[in-house]
């Protein structure tokens, strides 16, 4: 777009507009709105001032609609009064900043009101967010999904800082691997960190990394009157002052001011005639103005770099800014924790000729004509498609999802074979499932689903194994068409390409239902990752195998033991164990279904969340099938988190709970006990998660008086036994994860799981050693109940 004077000249009116609402709404939220916390938010007006001019260029003059990006969290305020500036943020929320139900302190895609395509908070996650969001619509574009849409850049503005986080350079090399495109990253180079000056020399590092991944680099260092300075005589001496300066001296300089400045050029420069005369032919202001026109806060020179670019090769700009910039704190190295006081907001609100009473006017304190910035706001680029939020219809999915059974099976070897009974047929289902796995994708049963789908690339490229005429059991084709996406070995990649793939129904107006293989106890290497995808409300299924201490050879490093928890307790990821596979075959069913629902948090009738993502914890361990009918009852109590593979009796004495893959050894236990013990119930135990939610929700209810006499699922399992019924719970996994289950009708109970480190050794031994065998549940059973002595134990092998 032509940048002529006025339009330039109206697009930094906004730009300071922007500024001062996004100010002001902090000031706001700190010293003006009545009961707000004792927490102090500084770092938001630096950064929101560093970024002003960028946002502004981008979102005034560059987005598209098709185009999407990630803010720089500490940001948030001045991306909210962009928004507000377009009529897409509410002055209440601005007000409310950081209050209940107000503008959020980082951008939010779940709890803002106004156009956030990417949340942002946990450093560096949005980042990547981007270029994966980029990779995925090359999927969706080589599947054939987007005719009607064009291609869309994924924008990241990013912190100088914020580039210390590992997650981007893992990103960074799994872009180079899939050839990226589409994406931007605008890099704020204000040479601070939350605590300090950032290293000399870090742009360097910077331009020759991503060059060395494929990236062009534009490095936007100097603004229209730095450029105008130096075509002056004694202009290159200031360029080299200028570029040779250490951050921190620069820093330094701009918080001090013009008269600092003029000092310092004077004892490093000297009297060197040209140079000098420029230097003084300035004022203490015009000389600072001059001094912090880096090119990251100068219109003309960014809306140029952005503009210049013709191409769908990956960018990053090095945009040179001064944290705070405009503010009395500019540059000074403890501005991240800084906040204006109310006197130099009164000073700052005079500056910008803001009236009192007037503070929220879109307009007030510009004398630019209202129509013009009217019109500069409604002919922005990103406002000419409507809605920015897409949506797609629902994948249906069948009633059953259907497996080739076997007397005995591991939970993880029924995965597999579920999906390749869906990969040889040709349902919808099965087109829009899109897998990936971090270098486990045989050893998590992927194979078989991959041979029949195949591996995706922009470009064919042929398993030169198979070409050689080389036996080999895994096709390994890549093409446009394929299914599968291969990762290195690098769990933060795996999660932020599920969030990416698990929005791309709302971000390219494509529905894809994704699918996560790793092995369970790595979900921690990526617990951030997977936290910040359910955060956006990213939907997919997380198949995590092999599990626990039963994988007893591979040794402690292999085995997992608080993944139930964190299953039990992240949000927006419905969490199951299934021992069975005919369990797993109705969790799938019901996941893909659950994964398209819209959420309504505490909005069911059941209190809990009506659509989400799914985790299913499995295991390598094989066990005998159960020979029965998957009624309609027995799918909904294995969804609802428990049903009893053995009902206990009017007199019951024990229930033994279980989950997972220590099933046999439950069930063992039972028969063991049945001479000494009453009526013994088994009660199966699908989620941990579920049955918890479920409890606590509806308990919830009831306190609201919402619903009088809602019992939950497990409290309906619970309330007909004897209250001198003793439970032992029992898991391959932390005992916390079924130790709250006593509380629900009160019942005494004992939890058996694993808490240590495990090592290597048999199944047995393993299970014996950290007491989840048959005879460790007898011993618990014992202990709990009165009776007899129990006649019958396991021999040892």
Same mark, same amino acid.
């Given at each position: 777009?032509?940048?002529?004077?006025?339009?330039?000249?109206?697009?930094?009116?906004?730009?300071?507009?922007?500024?001062?609402?996004?100010?002001?709404?902090?000031?706001?939220?700190?010293?003006?709105?009545?009961?707000?916390?004792?927490?102090?938010?500084?770092?938001?007006?630096?950064?929101?001032?560093?970024?002003?001019?960028?946002?502004?260029?981008?979102?005034?003059?560059?987005?598209?609609?098709?185009?999407?990006?990630?803010?720089?969290?500490?940001?948030?305020?001045?991306?909210?009064?962009?928004?507000?500036?377009?009529?897409?943020?509410? &002055?209440?929320?601005?007000?409310?900043?950081?209050?209940?139900?107000?503008?959020?302190?980082?951008?939010?895609?779940?709890?803002?009101?106004?156009?956030?395509?990417?949340?942002?908070?946990?450093?560096?996650?949005?980042?990547?967010?981007?270029?994966?969001?980029?990779?995925?619509?090359?999927?969706?574009?080589?599947?054939?999904?987007?005719?009607?849409?064009?291609?869309?850049?994924?924008?990241?503005?990013? *912190?100088?800082?914020?580039?210390?986080?590992?997650?981007?350079?893992?990103?960074? =090399?799994?872009?180079?691997?899939?050839?990226?495109?589409?994406?931007?990253?605008?890099?704020?180079?204000?040479?601070?960190?939350?605590?300090?000056?950032?290293?000399?020399?870090?742009?360097?590092?910077?331009?020759?990394?991503?060059?060395?991944?494929?990236?062009?680099?534009?490095?936007?260092?100097? $603004?229209?009157?730095?450029?105008?300075?130096?075509?002056?005589?004694?202009?290159?001496?200031?360029? @080299?002052?200028?570029?040779? !300066?250490?951050?921190?001296?620069?820093?330094?300089?701009?918080?001090?001011?013009?008269?600092?400045?003029?000092?310092?050029?004077?004892?490093?420069? %000297?009297?060197? $005639?040209?140079?000098?005369? =420029?230097?003084?032919? &300035?004022?203490?202001?015009?000389?600072?103005?001059?001094?912090?026109?880096?090119?990251?806060?100068?219109?003309?020179?960014?809306?140029?770099?952005?503009?210049?670019?013709?191409?769908?090769?990956?960018? !990053?700009?090095?945009?040179?800014?001064?944290? *705070?910039?405009?503010?009395?704190?500019?540059?000074?190295?403890?501005?991240?924790?800084?906040?204006?006081?109310?006197?130099?907001?009164?000073?700052? &609100?005079?500056?910008?000729?803001?009236?009192?009473?007037?503070?929220?006017?879109?307009?007030?304190?510009?004398?630019?004509?209202?129509?013009?910035?009217?019109?500069?706001?409604?002919?922005?680029?990103?406002?000419?498609?409507?809605?920015? @939020? =897409?949506?797609?219809?629902?994948?249906?999915?069948?009633?059953?999802?259907?497996? /080739?059974?076997?007397?005995?099976?591991?939970?993880?070897?029924?995965?597999?074979?579920?999906?390749?009974?869906?990969?040889?047929?040709?349902?919808?289902?099965?087109?829009?499932?899109?897998?990936?796995?971090?270098?486990?994708?045989?050893?998590?049963? #992927?194979?078989?689903?991959?041979? @029949?789908?195949?591996?995706?690339?922009?470009?064919?490229?042929?398993?030169?194994?198979?070409?050689? /005429?080389?036996?080999?059991?895994?096709?390994?084709?890549?093409?446009?068409?394929?299914?599968?996406?291969?990762?290195?070995?690098?769990?933060?990649?795996?999660?932020?390409?599920?969030?990416?793939?698990?929005?791309?129904?709302?971000?390219?107006?494509?529905?894809?239902?994704?699918?996560?293989?790793?092995?369970?106890?790595?979900?921690?290497?990526?617990?951030?990752?997977?936290?910040?995808? !359910?955060?956006?409300?990213?939907?997919?299924?997380?198949?995590?195998?092999?599990?626990?201490?039963?994988?007893?050879?591979?040794? *402690?490093?292999?085995?997992?033991?608080?993944?139930?928890?964190?299953?039990?307790?992240?949000?927006?990821?419905?969490?199951?164990?299934?021992?069975?596979?005919?369990? #797993?075959?109705?969790?799938?069913?019901?996941?893909?279904?659950?994964?398209?629902?819209?959420?309504?948090?505490?909005?069911?009738?059941?209190?809990?969340?009506?659509?989400?993502?799914?985790?299913?914890?499995?295991?390598?361990?094989?066990?005998?099938?159960?020979?029965?009918?998957?009624?309609?009852?027995?799918?909904?109590?294995?969804?609802?988190?428990?049903?009893?593979?053995?009902?206990?009796?009017?007199? !019951?004495?024990?229930?033994?709970?279980? +989950?997972?893959?220590?099933?046999?050894?439950?069930?063992?236990?039972?028969?063991?006990?049945?001479?000494?013990?009453?009526?013994?119930?088994?009660?199966?135990?699908?989620?941990?998660?579920?049955?918890?939610?479920?409890?606590?929700?509806?308990?919830?209810? &009831?306190?609201?008086?919402?619903?009088?006499?809602?019992? +939950?699922?497990?409290?309906?399992?619970?309330?007909?036994?004897?209250?001198?019924?003793?439970?032992?719970?029992?898991?391959?996994?932390?005992?916390?994860?079924?130790?709250?289950?006593?509380?629900?009708?009160?019942?005494?109970?004992?939890?058996? %799981?694993?808490?240590?480190?495990?090592?290597?050794?048999?199944?047995?031994?393993?299970?014996?050693?950290?007491?989840?065998?048959?005879?460790?549940?007898?011993?618990?059973?014992?202990?709990?109940?009165?009776?007899?002595?129990?006649?019958?134990?396991?021999?040892?092998?």
């Amino acid at each position: 777009m032509p940048q002529t004077p006025d339009r330039l000249d109206l697009l930094n009116a906004l730009t300071r507009k922007a500024l001062w609402l996004s100010t002001w709404m902090i000031h706001h939220a700190n010293h003006v709105r009545p009961n707000a916390d004792g927490l102090k938010v500084g770092g938001h007006q630096a950064s929101s001032a560093s970024l002003a001019t960028i946002m502004s260029a981008l979102y005034f003059s560059v987005l598209r609609p098709e185009d999407r990006v990630a803010v720089k969290p500490h940001a948030s305020p001045i991306f909210h009064a962009i928004q507000y500036l377009f009529g897409r943020q509410s &002055r209440e929320r601005l007000e409310n900043f950081r209050g209940f139900k107000g503008a959020q302190s980082y951008p939010s895609r779940t709890k803002d009101a106004d156009d956030v395509d990417f949340s942002t908070g946990s450093v560096g996650l949005g980042v990547a967010q981007t270029l994966f969001s980029s990779l995925v619509q090359d999927y969706v574009t080589a599947h054939g999904w987007m005719k009607q849409r064009p291609e869309g850049r994924m924008i990241a503005l990013v *912190g100088d800082a914020e580039m210390d986080e590992g997650n981007i350079f893992e990103a960074l =090399l799994e872009g180079w691997k899939h050839g990226l495109r589409n994406t931007w990253w605008v890099v704020d180079y204000n040479r601070q960190s939350l605590d300090a000056v950032v290293r000399e020399g870090l742009w360097e590092k910077f331009e020759t990394m991503f060059r060395n991944f494929g990236w062009d680099v534009v490095i936007v260092k100097y $603004g229209r009157l730095m450029q105008q300075a130096f075509a002056e005589p004694g202009g290159e001496a200031l360029r @080299r002052w200028i570029d040779n !300066c250490p951050n921190q001296m620069y820093a330094a300089l701009c918080f001090q001011g013009g008269a600092a400045f003029r000092k310092r050029l004077e004892d490093e420069i %000297g009297d060197q $005639g040209e140079v000098s005369r =420029l230097i003084d032919a &300035r004022s203490d202001d015009e000389l600072l103005a001059l001094m912090s026109n880096l090119g990251g806060h100068d219109m003309a020179s960014l809306l140029d770099a952005f503009e210049s670019i013709d191409h769908d090769r990956p960018v !990053c700009f090095i945009a040179y800014t001064i944290k *705070g910039v405009g503010l009395p704190f500019q540059g000074h190295k403890d501005n991240h924790a800084g906040l204006m006081t109310p006197a130099q907001i009164e000073t700052y &609100r005079k500056s910008q000729n803001i009236r009192p009473g007037h503070e929220w006017d879109r307009f007030e304190g510009l004398t630019q004509d209202v129509a013009a910035l009217d019109a500069v706001l409604n002919a922005a680029p990103i406002n000419a498609g409507g809605e920015r @939020r =897409l949506s797609a219809p629902v994948v249906e999915v069948p009633q059953q999802l259907a497996f /080739k059974p076997a007397a005995e099976m591991s939970t993880q070897q029924g995965f597999g074979l579920i999906l390749n009974e869906l990969a040889r047929g040709d349902s919808a289902l099965a087109s829009r499932i899109v897998t990936a796995s971090p270098d486990v994708t045989v050893s998590t049963n #992927l194979g078989a689903w991959v041979n @029949r789908r195949g591996l995706f690339a922009r470009a064919e490229k042929a398993d030169l194994f198979r070409s050689e /005429k080389i036996p080999t059991t895994f096709n390994w084709d890549f093409s446009p068409k394929g299914q599968h996406i291969e990762l290195g070995i690098a769990e933060m990649n795996l999660f932020i390409l599920m969030s990416a793939l698990g929005l791309s129904h709302s971000i390219n107006g494509e529905r894809l239902l994704p699918i996560a293989t790793l092995y369970d106890p790595f979900i921690q290497r990526g617990l951030d990752a997977l936290n910040y995808a !359910c955060y956006q409300d990213a939907r997919f299924m997380v198949a995590a195998t092999p599990s626990g201490i039963t994988l007893a050879p591979e040794g *402690g490093a292999h085995q997992s033991i608080a993944t139930p928890l964190i299953g039990m307790a992240q949000d927006g990821l419905a969490s199951f164990e299934p021992a069975f596979v005919d369990e #797993l075959a109705v969790m799938m069913r019901w996941g893909f279904d659950h994964m398209q629902r819209d959420d309504a948090e505490g909005g069911a009738a059941d209190g809990m969340r009506s659509g989400g993502s799914v985790y299913l914890r499995l295991s390598t361990r094989t066990v005998e099938q159960p020979q029965r009918i998957m009624t309609p009852d027995l799918q909904k109590a294995i969804i609802d988190g428990a049903y009893w593979l053995r009902e206990p009796g009017p007199n !019951c004495d024990l229930v033994i709970a279980y +989950s997972g893959a220590v099933a046999p050894e439950a069930i063992e236990a039972v028969g063991l006990l049945g001479d000494s013990r009453r009526d013994i119930g088994l009660l199966a135990i699908t989620s941990a998660d579920r049955l918890h939610a479920g409890w606590t929700a509806a308990r919830r209810l &009831r306190r609201a008086h919402r619903v009088s006499r809602r019992a +939950s699922h497990i409290e309906n399992l619970l309330a007909p036994l004897p209250r001198s019924c003793g439970i032992v719970t029992v898991l391959d996994g932390h005992p916390a994860t079924l130790g709250w289950i006593g509380a629900v009708c009160g019942h005494r109970m004992e939890a058996l %799981g694993v808490e240590h480190f495990g090592q290597t050794g048999s199944i047995p031994d393993l299970y014996r050693h950290y007491g989840i065998d048959a005879n460790a549940i007898i011993d618990a059973a014992e202990s709990l109940t009165g009776g007899a002595p129990v006649l019958h134990r396991k021999m040892a092998v």
